[in-house]
């Protein structure tokens, strides 16, 4: 009999820690992490990561970049302006970070500008064209303003990066190793696989 599992990571500079549960809950999230992280939580826009205590939080910005991208094609002017100018804002974020880390920019220049680079995403949001912004972008536009505060979280704590790349990239050895050796669903060839890490 098959049993499905799902494995979660949570990494910081010093250690990865692995996870085997049943379900994505937001109840095996508070398991990997305790009811009272102090940390700095990036991760994607998975409603478990929501109820999650944490100092801050900083969502995924490849994620969001990467369901931008995906309305350059779109057939709606709208859909592709939006996703231009936000796209643009973006990138200006992250090159100011690598700017500060390049010691080109003081932290102090860094808090600023993530004031104007929030200033100029609501504006944006709320400057739709005169038919309004086309379904894809609205639907971008209200996961934006959901998880507002936590898009240039590492502006503030730029010790953060602005994606979760380091936490996918520790589960692809674990998964490729599952593949090759066992059936993904069998619940023994899970549980093999982690205990060989």
């Not at 494995?7 to 992490?33: H, I, Y």
């Not at 990036?42 to 931008?68: I, V």
């Not at 993530?114 to 996961?143: H, K, S, V, Y």
Request: glycine share 4%; net charge positive; proline share 5%.
């Amino acid at each position: 009999m098959a049993y499905a599992h799902w494995l979660w990571v949570a990494t910081s500079d010093q250690v990865c820690v692995l996870l085997l549960a049943p379900t994505r809950s937001a109840a095996e999230l508070k398991q990997l992490l305790g009811e009272n992280f102090e940390g700095i939580l990036s991760s994607d826009c998975f409603s478990a990561y929501n109820p999650q205590s944490a100092t801050a939080k900083q969502k995924c910005l490849t994620h969001l970049e990467r369901d931008l991208r995906a309305l350059e094609t779109s057939r709606f002017a709208g859909n592709r302006d939006f996703s231009s100018q936000v796209s643009d804002i973006l990138k200006s974020a992250r090159l100011a970070h690598r700017d500060y880390h390049s010691g080109q920019l003081s932290l102090e220049q860094l808090h600023a500008l993530r004031l104007q680079f929030e200033f100029q995403l609501q504006a944006i949001l709320d400057n739709p064209p005169p038919t309004g912004w086309p379904a894809d972008a609205q639907r971008l536009r209200q996961r934006i303003y959901k998880y507002w505060s936590d898009w240039f979280t590492f502006l503030s704590h730029p010790e953060v990066k602005p994606d979760n790349n380091d936490a996918e990239r520790a589960l692809r050895p674990v998964v490729v190793h599952r593949m090759r050796q066992w059936h993904r669903q069998k619940r023994l060839g899970c549980q093999i696989s982690c205990s060989d890490v």
